[in-house]
T-cell receptor, first 112, second 114 residues
Framework: GENVEQHPSTLSVQEGDSAVIKCTYSDSASNYFPWYKQELGKRPQLIIDIRSNVGEKKDQRIAVTLNKTAKHFSLHITETQPEDSAVYFCAASIYGNTPLVFGKGTRLSVIA | DGGITQSPKYLFRKEGQNVTLSCEQNLNHDAMYWYRQDPGQGLRLIYYSQIVNDFQKGDIAEGYSVSREKKESFPLTVTSAQKNPTAFYLC?????????????FGQGTRLTVV
């Protein structure tokens, strides 16, 4: 089955700096890669996703890149703000045919 | 107000007791999932269901049971066979197989064995 590895487990950045979180996956058939943000005590919420037919997707300050050959994808957050502090999870699946398999999460702290 | 609702938010169980966690959605989603969240472990899949009256084991199904008698409901029972049940349990739903698979999560149930 699919296995998703996520690094780093914790990340501290100064406000205004960029943050990068990386994930690798094992199943070459996976073609859907979402990222979820979970604030303390709240439910995970989708912030961005990418499908295997594109290499990069941006939404304001966040972007995701995908390298299918190397089987890794990354989340990039620019101009970080204190409200970006949360746990971020990457995940992978095959379009609706398999449940999402999640990485172990990255706790991002943005220091003002 | 559309969404996915879990109840209760907090649940305490004595050792040896079975408990059932509720999950209801009004999003008309075919697929529903149960994940367990432990510190540093991410979200691990317990059970999932892609259609009414059918469900599949996930990676950590031992000690748990589910039912899917209605499209909108997917309750999870934590049995006495689950050796370490204290955790945060998240229910999720998505449109269904073959379609975009964004998963919407409930607010979670924190289960504590006392």
């Amino acid at each position: 089955g699919e296995n998703v590895e996520q690094h780093p487990s914790t990340l501290s950045v100064q406000e205004g700096d960029s943050a990068v979180i990386k994930c690798t996956y094992s199943d070459s058939a996976s073609n859907y890669f979402p990222w979820y943000k979970q604030e303390l005590g709240k439910r995970p919420q989708l912030i961005i996703d990418i499908r295997s037919n594109v290499g990069e997707k941006k939404d304001q300050r966040i972007a995701v890149t995908l390298n299918k050959t190397a089987k890794h994808f990354s989340l990039h957050i620019t101009e970080t703000q204190p409200e970006d502090s949360a746990v971020y999870f990457c995940a992978a699946s095959i379009y609706g045919n398999t449940p999402l398999v999640f990485g172990k999460g990255t706790r991002l702290s943005v220091i003002a | 107000d559309g969404g996915i609702t879990q109840s209760p938010k907090y649940l305490f169980r004595k050792e040896g007791q079975n408990v059932t966690l509720s999950c209801e959605q009004n999003l008309n989603h075919d697929a529903m999932y149960w994940y367990r969240q432990d510190p540093g472990q991410g979200l691990r899949l317990i059970y999932y269901s892609q259609i009414v009256n059918d469900f599949q084991k996930g990676d950590i199904a031992e000690g748990y049971s589910v039912s899917r008698e209605k499209k909108e409901s997917f309750p999870l029972t934590v049995t006495s066979a689950q050796k370490n049940p204290t955790a945060f349990y998240l229910c999720a739903s998505s449109i269904g197989p073959g379609l975009a698979t964004e998963a919407f999560f409930g607010q979670g149930t924190r289960l504590t064995v006392v």
